[in-house]
């Protein structure tokens, strides 16, 4: 506890209800609706319309539009936030990225600000700006057409095409990854700049130049003037916000427009001295990060770690208070929750309700293996217990060695007092598998979370995390039809692995699933490759390059391999009913011989109507993954080591490897209505079980199904897992019941589980929030991965939620789902 | 007035559908299906005709689409040059996207849909794109726009 001392690590003195400045900014942020935004849109497609493709190198041209844009964004102050600084043009607001995603949406222009799903604001100017001006540009340009182009629509894309079996992200962004906004805050970008001049002159001095070193000259320019952009824009921010304070009356307000302009006067310019300056640096660089790249996971990092220095100082010399420090550090939540991702509405079956999720992390252990929990940990802590917002995503790593247990508790404290929030990673584990993987061990030890669950030694690791989304019951329907699935009808979709009814061991089945798997796989990352081969020609980062460790010792962008480690990630939709399913016919038709392979095919294609015994049978009897049945480990351990087999003998487009995980956003909803039914029992069109966590109901005891999931083998999951668990009725204030919950975390990470988070919430409750939106309309629940309102979520979403096995935390035994809503089961028939 | 009259086409227009579908099944869904089409695209190169406001969406555009079933039962083809458009039955050589139904069902629906969603369709398998995403994207726009906008579109 050196670093901690805090009289009260629960700083329960500091509340919202006496805080006017964070109660009002929380409340109209959590009240605001969203807004498109189309500056970011306009400029940069003003800056390529106005300077067609020369003789300059693609990652100059596009550092220049990054500047054009910083160096013309209009300077914002919308309320009284303490940072200056905004994602947008709006108060929340949508940005539109062109060149990646941004045309998803141009069928809705008209539609968009009334749609039933999420609606996003959008003037008619606007949208007409949209449709005359700026798409048009873009229609053979963005990243997509351009692969499609340069492969001639390659077989993999048209696979990807079809939505059901992969989703390949590369398409949409450079994403999903943790910068290393400590450089900004410790050198400025004036010390960055100067390092890329120098070694700029370098390259220069050497004559007449390689292609490598053409290429480094390029990069170094690129990232200076990308950098140089930043410096302006804060250099905006400093001018307005003076002008501000000379028309203002009210002196706190008129106080606060100086402060800003006197930290963006500085920073980031040069080295952040206070507290205050490290923070409006922090987001200055989050901000500039957007406007190169699309707002999807680009996550701070570990900001109890990176910004504790500058807290301390000021603490100790008397400058900062811990209430000043708290409204700092709510007003940078805020922030991080200025911004949404633009998405069609049918994408919102897909990836509903999620925010930007930009991961912040807290906690573990330092690069030397000790306890680095501070007074910081715990006033984010208090902000993020006080808050409940969607974003930032909240991480609390746990070491449990290391960490102290009042630590352990405090973050079990917080997630029930939130309900959701943060979610509980392991650092024994997680820093074995990253050390497994290639960092080193002050490296592995430096980890922070990427959007939902990913780990990526922060600054160092260009992980891609995201990359691919493989739906593992696609690749299973494609073994049960022989190459074929239900919804896309009699096509040969892969190859004709054989007809199952003619397989006369479990063997056989398995060989023709893994098949499928490793051909599924292989298209999947044959795109991700040649998407990134794109990225390297038209859009290189030299912006988020100039802030990570590597590209700049290098002169190589990101995009190309500049970072210390490089990998790409993959994760898997359906991972408990696939596994279930391999356990079902393995038991039902090759030991136990309760059917034929025909029979169960022939009850599958009539979604178990007049099959309602053997229906039964399967949900009941077969083994599920989440019990200690030795088929279920065995299947399920077999299946993580067989993935991350395959993935770890895939290289990507920077030489790095694929890296599987397991977690699926609000996929495992979306993809479950296109499936057929399934041999554990799940109907046909129902949601799967999210990321790795056991079907819903599978697992009666919650110490099993701990069990089940940490003995998975965990150094093959170095793309992170999230498990999904629920606690009904969990009393904070209740030492006993906190204990009994940390307890349990602790036990599971022992046993080698990577990640859980937590929904504190009773079926009937979640019954009542679906029926009854309105009367919980700040609900803030976990889905796979990331945080979302509970009222944003499809329905599909919100029922997988409902349905999620409930324990008892005393007991650790399961509730019985309500009787009247067992329809909702997705092994029971509507 | 024009926005009653607009309307008022649209409502008997969706209400037909079923009797439309009836009359597909005795004259044969494919031939009926394409000359439906026929008539939306040919609906819609006229409004390019008479409104100069939702003509400005084809100037300097340049595009060929092919509207087809997947069995190639029937097929008709759009092009967008010179800020014209010109409809045709059957298929022509390098489109920038070939739009794939699954069926003439798929086909109906998507076209009498309150909501066509192409992203929807594709997630539904009822259909296959080959080509260029972003031309039928601006072809979505471009429809849902004069069925959302059409009194406002024919004023101007």
């Known amino acids: 506890m050196g670093l901690v001392t805090l009289k009260d690590i629960r700083l329960k003195e500091y509340g919202l209800g006496d805080r006017e400045l964070l109660k009002g900014l929380r409340d109209s942020a959590v009240r605001a609706k969203p807004e498109v935004c189309i500056e970011r849109a306009r400029y940069i497609t003003r800056y390529y319309k106005d300077n067609p493709e020369g003789g300059e190198p693609a990652i100059v041209r596009y550092a220049k539009a990054v500047n054009h844009f910083l160096s013309n964004k209009e300077p914002l102050f919308f309320d009284g936030n303490l940072l200056a600084g905004t994602t947008t043009s709006k108060y929340f607001g949508a940005p539109v990225y062109p060149e990646f995603t941004g045309m998803t949406i141009w069928p809705e222009l008209d539609t968009i600000s009334a749609r039933d799903k999420n609606p996003l604001k959008l003037s008619e100017e606007d949208a007409q700006m949209l449709n005359l001006d700026i798409y048009p540009y873009w229609m053979e340009m963005n990243v997509l057409e351009k692969t499609r182009e340069k492969y001639k629509n390659p077989a993999p894309m048209k696979l990807f095409e079809r939505i059901v079996f992969f989703l390949a992200s590369k398409a949409g962004c450079i994403s999903h990854t943790v910068p290393c906004y400590r450089a900004v805050l410790e050198k400025g970008l004036d010390g960055l700049l100067a390092e890329a001049s120098k070694k700029e002159k370098a390259v220069r001095g050497k004559g007449t130049l390689s292609n490598e070193e053409q290429s480094s000259l390029a990069f170094y320019q690129a990232a200076r003037i990308a950098l140089e952009g930043i410096k302006n824009y804060a250099w905006s921010l400093s001018k307005k916000a003076a002008e501000l304070a000379s028309k203002e009356r009210d002196p706190g307000k008129k106080a606060n427009y100086e402060a800003m302009a006197a930290v963006c006067a500085r920073v980031p310019a040069r080295p952040a001295r206070s507290f205050r300056e490290a923070v409006n640096a922090l987001w200055i660089a989050q901000v500039a990060v957007h406007a190169e790249n699309i707002n999807m996971a680009i996550s701070p990092g570990r900001l109890d770690q990176i910004l504790y220095p500058y807290y301390k100082k000021d603490i100790d010399n008397g400058t900062l208070t811990v209430k000043e420090a708290i409204d700092l550090v709510g007003c940078l939540w805020l922030k991080l929750n200025d911004n949404t991702n633009l998405v069609p509405e049918t994408a919102e079956e897909l990836f509903g309700g999620a925010g930007t999720v930009p991961a912040v992390t807290v906690g573990g252990v330092d690069v030397n293996g000790k306890d680095a929990v501070n007074d910081l940990t715990y006033v984010m802590l208090r902000v993020t217990e006080l808050f409940k917002t969607r974003d930032p995503s909240m991480n609390a790593r746990y070491h449990y060695e290391e960490n102290s247990r009042e630590y352990r508790d405090r973050v079990a404290e917080v997630i029930v007092n939130t309900k959701s929030v943060p979610a509980f990673h392991n650092d024994v584990v997680d820093i074995d598998v990253l050390g497994k993987h290639g960092a080193t061990l002050e490296h592995a030890r430096d980890y922070a979370v990427i959007g939902c669950v990913e780990l990526a030694s922060a600054g160092r690791s260009y992980d891609a995390s995201s990359s691919i989304m493989l739906n593992l019951v696609s690749v299973l329907e494609l073994a049960l039809y022989n190459g074929r699935r239900p919804v896309t009808g009699d096509e040969v979709i892969s190859f004709e692995s054989g007809d199952p009814a003619s397989f006369t061991g479990f063997e056989m089945f398995r060989d023709a699933f893994q098949k499928q798997l490793a051909w599924v796989i292989d298209k999947a990352v044959d795109l991700n490759n040649m998407f990134g081969t794109v990225y390297q020609e038209i859009l290189p980062t030299p912006l988020l390059s100039a802030l990570f460790e590597g590209p700049m010792e290098s002169g190589k962008d990101l995009i190309f391999g500049g970072a210390l480690y490089n990998a790409s990630g993959a994760t898997h939709i359906g991972f408990a009913d696939t596994v279930d399913s391999l356990n079902a016919v393995e038991k039902a038709v090759f030991i136990d011989k309760i059917c034929t392979f025909a029979e169960l095919q022939q009850a599958l294609k009539a979604d178990f109507k007049g099959h309602e015994k053997l229906h039964a049978w399967l949900v009941n009897k077969a083994p599920k993954y989440g019990t200690a049945d030795p088929v279920a480990v065995r299947n399920s351990q077999a299946l993580v080591a067989y993935l991350h087999q395959l993935y770890q003998g895939r290289e990507n487009y920077r030489g790095g490897k694929y890296r599987p995980g397991f977690w699926s956003m609000t996929n495992h909803a979306g993809q479950g209505k296109l499936s057929g039914a399934l041999p554990n029992g799940r109907m046909a069109s129902r949601v799967f079980a999210s990321g790795i966590t056991p079907a819903s109901q599978a697992a009666a005891e919650v110490d099993a199904c701990l069990k089940a999931v940490g003995g998975l083998p965990n150094d093959c999951i170095p793309g992170g897992e999230a498990l999904n668990l629920k606690y009904p009725r969990v009393d904070a204030g209740d030492p006993e019941d906190i204990k009994k919950f940390g307890s349990a975390v602790e036990a599971y990470f022992q046993s080698g589980g990577l990640h859980v988070q937590f929904n504190i919430m009773s079926y009937d409750m979640l019954i009542d929030a679906k029926k009854n939106p309105d009367k919980y309309p700040e609900l803030l629940v976990r889905v796979s991965g990331y945080s979302a309102y509970f009222k944003d979520l499809n329905d599909a979403m919100k029922d997988e939620i409902i349905t999620r096995t409930a324990y008892d935390v005393r007991t650790g035994k399961r509730e019985e789902f309500p009787e009247e809503h067992r329809d909702m089961l997705p092994f029971e028939p509507a | ?156």
């Open chain 2, 1 to 156: 007035m024009l926005e009653k009259i607009w309307h008022f086409m649209l409502f008997r227009f969706m209400r037909a559908r079923k009797a439309l579908e009836k009359i597909a099944d005795l004259l044969g869904p494919a031939h009926f299906t394409e000359d439906m089409l026929l008539l939306l695209l040919d609906g819609m190169g006229l409004m390019f005709l008479i409104s100069r406001r939702y003509r400005k969406n084809i100037e300097g555009f340049e595009g060929k689409y092919v509207f087809r079933s997947v069995d190639g039962s029937f097929a008709v083809s759009a092009t967008f040059r010179n800020g014209k458009m010109k409809v045709k039955r059957g298929e022509l050589d390098g489109p920038n996207i070939t739009v794939n139904f699954k069926n003439s069902h798929a086909l109906m629906n998507f076209l009498f849909s309150p909501k066509p969603d192409v992203l929807g369709a594709m997630l539904n398998q009822d259909v296959v794109l080959d080509g260029n995403l972003n031309y039928l994207y601006k072809f979505a726009y471009m429809a849902n726009h004069v069925r959302l906008k059409g009194p406002e579109l024919l004023e101007g």
